[in-house]
């Protein structure tokens, strides 16, 4: 099937500062990707749709300055957690479409511990 | 109501079991079923997936969509210690557009 990575799996930063998280199609070109945060116990929650070369599209009350979302190329995206705060704590998953089926396949996630 | 309802659990079986997980859901526009299996801090992974009414089987899982009662199921057959983990069911109306996920039931096969 479809592969999915992302990177890094776990980080930990200091509250102030950017974390860039990295999601990458290794076998097929993804025409779109999507972002979620999930909390613990709890359901994926949709932040942003990104297709390639275009800007994302956030998800109502997601900040759109603070989760900066690049779509590079057919296989990359990248979250950037912008002065991160101890709220932004959370696992953070990405997904991609375009592979076969059409149907959208997930990266192993990012968990993300601001201090 | 919400767009998909989906039992959170838990659920608890024991080994050999035949497991049953169900959702339920409103909008009549979904096209495409697909059911994930996450285990605890990883990422969603694709089981089965299903774009018209009917069964689709691959090996101990069977996915079952009745349109006509806005109603999908997953069937886990001689369930293993290894099948516990959050299942969840996910819909869109077309491939690429972001999944409606349930809320996920908490699987338990207990050995």
């Known amino acids: 099937g479809a592969v999915v990575s992302q990177h890094p799996s776990w980080v930990i930063c200091k509250s102030g500062t950017s974390v860039k998280i990295e999601c990458r199609s290794l076998d097929f070109q993804a025409t779109t990707m999507f972002w979620y945060r999930q909390f613990p116990k709890q359901s994926l929650m949709l932040m942003a749709t990104s297709n390639e070369g275009s800007k994302a599209t956030y998800e109502q009350g997601v900040e759109k300055d603070k989760f900066l979302i690049n779509h590079a190329s057919l296989t990359l995206s990248t979250l950037t957690v912008t002065s991160a705060h101890p709220e932004d704590s959370s696992f953070y998953i990405c997904?991609?479409?375009?592979?076969?089926?059409?149907?959208?396949?997930f990266g192993p996630g990012t968990r993300l511990t601001v201090l | 109501q919400k767009e998909v309802e989906q039992d959170p659990g838990p659920l608890s079986v024991p080994e050999g079991a035949i497991v049953s997980l169900n959702c339920t859901y409103s909008n009549s526009a979904f096209q495409y079923f697909m059911w994930y299996r996450q285990y605890s801090r990883k990422g969603p992974e694709l089981l089965m997936y299903t774009y018209s009414s009917g069964n689709k089987e691959d090996g101990r899982f069977t996915a079952q969509v009745d349109k006509s009662s806005k109603y999908i199921s997953l069937f886990i057959r001689d369930s293993q210690p290894s099948d516990s983990a959050t299942y969840l069911c996910a819909m869109s109306v077309v491939g690429n557009t972001p999944l409606v996920f349930g809320k996920g039931t908490r699987l338990s096969v207990i050995a």
């Open positions: 997904s991609a479409t375009g592979g076969p089926p059409d149907t959208q396949y």
